[in-house]
Structure formats: C-alpha cells, structure tokens
C-alpha cells in the first residue's frame, strides 16, 4: 500500500492508496471543504445529548449505540478501529452549478418526486400537495480521519432534526426518505439525473409514538427517526405551507330590510339581507328586492334604486302588501300601479315611471345614430344587415339633443320619431342612461321598481316603450303592459272584460343582464318568469285560466 496526495475539490488530501476503485462524492460548496466541521457533527452517544443539542442549535445530530461497529463504505472487511473521526455530514442536494453543462435542477425534481409518492400513497391530496413546503438534507455518516470516506453502523443511527423555521411540534410532518440517490448519480458513468430520481424508491414515515419501522417522533424541538445500518442518502421534511390570506379589497355593504307596507314593520322572519361589494363597482340586487317572494306578500316599492354604481354602504327598504288570504268568488282588480283606478287597464296617462325626471321633448331637438366605435360622435359607417339590437348593440346607439345642444340623459322623454313607418307610432316614450344612450329591450327603472318593454328590434320604432300585450320571443310567455304607463303589470288583471294572472313572484332567477351588449337575457331557467301569464293551469289562490291565460268561470 502506497500513500499519495490527491487533489479533491482543489484541496490537498493525503489518501492510502491500494488496488480498487476511487468514488468521489461532492459536497454543495467546496469552500466549505477547507472548513473543519462546516458541513458535520460529531456522533453522539445518548438520547440526552441529541435533546441538549437540539435545544442549543440547528445542526442535525446522530446518536449511535455504544456497542455499535464501524466499517468503511459498509465494507465488513474493512473494520474502523479509530473512531474519534466518526461523524454525521448534513449537506444540501448538490445545485446544477457543481456540474459544468447541467441545467437540470435537482432540488425541484425530488419536489416533484416527492409531491406524487405522497399524493399516490394518499398522504395528501392532489390540491394539498401544491402546497407542500420542503426542507431538504443529505445525510451521511463519515469518517473525518479517513478522507470523510463514508462509513456504515452495524446498529444503525438514531437521527435528531431540528424543525424548519416557522414549524413547530404543531406541524403536520412527512418524512421522506430517497433511498438509492447517492452523490455520484448524475455524474459521468453513473444514471442521469433524471432517470435517477424517478427510479427511485421513497420511503414515506410518518408520526408515531415510538421508533418502529416507517415511523419518526416529535419532540420539543425537533423530530426523531432511525435509519438502517447503510440508509443514508436524501431526507426531506415536507409540510403544508400556511396560506397567508390575501388582504380583501375594501367593500361597502347593501344592508337590505323588509317592511310591511301598512305598518312599516320588518315583516315577521324575514331577516334583513347584507350583501357586499367592492368600492365603487356596480351592484344589482333585484333578486333581493324586486323580486324577493314572501309567503302571504307582494311587493310594492323600495326606497332605494335596485341596481346602480355603489359609493358607500347603503340600506334599502322593501315594502311589501299582506294578501288577502279570503277566496273570494272574484279576483278583485287592483289599482292600477301609479294610477289612482281606470277600467280595463287601459286609461291614464304616463305616470309611473320616474315622472320627477321625465320630458316633453316633441320635436325639440334631434336624433343622432352614433359610431359603433366611439359613442361620443355620429356614426361614420354604415350598419350591417346582421347588426342586430340584442347581438351587436353597438351599431344601435342612439342619443337625443335638444335645439339648444342638451343632451337628454337618465330620463324618460316623450318624443316624436321621425323614423316610424306606417302603421307604428310617430311620437312615444323613450329611456336614455347615464351616457345619453336609448334603452331597448326589457328595461327595469330602478327608480321605481317598476319592469318595462321597450320596442327591441330596429324596425323604425326601435326604444319605444310597448304597451298592452307583449309576447316575449326569448321566453316565449305573455306579459301585459299597463297601457299609460308602461308597466309591466302583476298578479289578477281585467282586461277587455276577462280576467287573466301575472306571475308576481320570482323564486329564482329567470332573466340575467348582460354588462358586454347591456341589456337583459333569458337564461332558460325552467322557473316561472317575472310578470309572465298563466295558460292552461290553475293559479296559486285556485282559479283555473285557459290556453289563453283567461279565468273559466265555470
């Protein structure tokens, strides 16, 4: 046997040299090479010890039986008779930089490798395991008299972890344990890297009482477990991140109150409703609102728009009217909503639907077809034939201005329309929004409560607010619109002398709006829409109406 000095990591070694093979394995800084006990502790002998340890620092410590032997590289022919060099290494896994030309990043892919053992073992779920934290060591028991030569323990090693900062004894903990990756793979002769990981085998410990196989225990400081005469190669500690929440934008809240009609009372077991949203946003709540049921009751008004742009936190009050739960032999007709009475539905004049900011406009100004690009100048293209109102609403944008420059906005307006052909009206009510744009379509004056249909397709009386009946092409049901006023009419109606019933209660949703195109669409909901008519069935207080929605007396 001869002795000679070799170069490792770029320090001087003195190493015995004999027939064999020399396997080198790499440390993750070779700085720390010339550093004595910068990457290693010193074997322990007692349980008290490895605890006295954890409690004074961080360093991973082994504590291994006094009647334990030692051989090199597990080698039984190679007994160690001096062991004051026995010691524990505790490195990290190697980076890509230790290797010339390697880009594949080692720490990631035992990730990886770990994340699927544990979620096919059914340790975590597929969501949890994208939420695993881990703490990687690479183990190994070594021989700092011999060339930190790794050695093997007849009796195995009892290994001390301190916990991962910001863990404690609280922590749920997996101990993984990557048998078979040893330093050399990935190095030129030996498995890729690759291949390496995915080929090998992980143990999964977990939390026991006591140190039988596949289990560790927790202590004060830190976690105990065992490992086997020859077990070392990558651990890892893996745990749920705690999830910091995210700050949640500031919101105001609609704090929404049910009232009856007569006393002004909150209605008995109906809770008020809180709903939230985000500053300065829109807010709709119409279900909550206008068309909130409640046994017994049908709505009447609200002291609040249902829907609009949320500046602050709001409280709305919603009135509703105790039915009269007597049958009697006739349905009495109701007033006639923004009216005082009127036979048939039919007198009036229009006075239900924001009159405060209603105008007589006539012919005192103009109509402007504006840009489907820019809805602050007259239109500069010519409309498609397929534009239609409910599929392109931007080729239907149409405002409103008075001689004297005024642009009508957020009102009612009664004016003549020039485009009318025969048989439609030349002159009728219109909707323009906030911007001065017309409505068309289903409309709902949040001023009021009230719901409206104002002409939707572009025919020459596109916008104007339809009276009497209307059949609905999306729902394909009937409504009545109080003629004078507009509104969408509820509950028993006599009209031209029979009596027909609108739905007046809405228990789930049936029409959503459209922010994209503005306007409002049927979902095919199978519940009973909004204000639509009976046909052929009984009504909710028993009365039976026929195919065209009238009551048979008999």
Do not use: C
Request: hydrophobic content about 30%.
């Amino acid at each position: 046997m001869n002795q000679v000095m070799l170069s490792l990591n770029d320090i001087p070694q003195n190493i015995d040299f004999h027939d064999g093979t020399l396997i080198i394995r790499y440390i993750s800084d070779p700085e720390l090479a010339i550093q004595k006990d910068a990457l290693s502790t010193d074997v322990l002998d007692t349980h008290e010890e490895a605890l006295a340890a954890l409690d004074t620092s961080d360093a991973v410590v082994a504590v291994v039986e006094e009647n334990s032997s030692y051989t090199t590289n597990g080698d039984e022919r190679r007994q160690i008779a001096n062991e004051t060099g026995i010691a524990l290494l505790d490195d990290d896994i190697l980076p890509a930089s230790a290797f010339p030309g390697e880009e594949v990043d080692r720490t990631v892919k035992l990730q990886d490798k770990g994340k699927q053992v544990l979620t096919q073992n059914g340790n975590v779920s597929e969501l949890e395991s994208d939420n695993l934290k881990f703490d990687f060591h690479y183990l190994d028991l070594i021989d700092t008299n011999n060339g930190n030569a790794w050695v093997a323990s007849s009796e195995g090693s009892d290994i001390y972890m301190p916990y991962p900062e910001g863990t404690d004894r609280t922590t749920e903990f997996h101990v993984l344990h990557y048998r078979d990756l040893h330093r050399e793979y990935g190095i030129n002769g030996e498995m890729e890297v690759d291949e390496a990981i995915a080929q090998s085998r992980v143990d999964v410990l977990t939390e026991g009482d006591s140190l039988a196989e596949g289990k560790f225990v927790k202590l004060d400081n830190g976690i105990q477990f065992h490992i086997e005469t020859e077990g070392f190669s990558p651990f890892a500690l893996a745990w749920q991140k705690e999830q910091t929440p995210e700050e949640p934008e500031k919101n105001y809240t609609i704090t929404i109150h049910y009232l009856d009609n007569a006393t002004k009372q909150p209605i008995e077991g109906m809770a008020p409703v809180t709903v939230s949203y985000n500053v300065n946003t829109a807010y709709d709540v119409t279900e909550y609102t206008v068309h909130k049921a409640i046994s017994g009751y049908q709505y009447v008004s609200m002291d609040q728009p249902a829907a609009g742009t949320i500046t602050g936190d709001m409280t709305i009050n919603v009135y509703f009217e105790k039915l009269n739960t007597d049958n009697p032999e006739v349905p009495q007709e109701p007033s006639k909503p923004g009216h005082s009475g009127g036979d048939d539905g039919g007198s009036g004049t229009r006075t239900g639907s924001s009159s405060s900011s209603a105008y007589l406009a006539g012919l005192d100004g103009q109509w402007v077809h504006m840009d489907p690009q820019n809805s602050n100048i007259p239109i500069t293209v010519e409309v498609p034939e397929w534009a239609k109102p409910e599929t392109n609403p931007e080729y239907h944008q149409w405002k409103f201005f008075l001689t004297n420059g005024t642009m009508l906005w957020g009102r009612w307006a009664y004016i003549r329309n020039p485009y009318a052909v025969s048989g439609q009206p030349g002159e009728g009510w219109f909707y323009f929004n906030n911007e001065g744009i017309m409505q068309y379509g289903w409309f709902l004056d949040t001023n009021t409560g009230k719901w409206y249909y104002l002409h939707g397709t572009s025919d020459g009386m596109l916008g104007t607010m339809i009276e009497g009946w209307h059949f609905d092409d999306q729902d394909k049901k009937w409504y009545y619109l109080n003629p004078g006023s507009g509104e969408m009419l509820l509950d028993w109606q006599q009209i031209g002398g029979a009596w027909y019933y609108f739905n007046p209660y809405a228990p789930a949703v049936t029409w959503n709006y459209d922010e994209a195109n503005g306007g409002w669409y049927f979902n095919g909901s199978s519940s009973r829409p909004y204000g639509s008519m009976y046909q052929n069935e009984q009504t909710p207080d028993g009365y039976p109406v026929d195919g065209n929605g009238r009551w048979n007396h008999q």
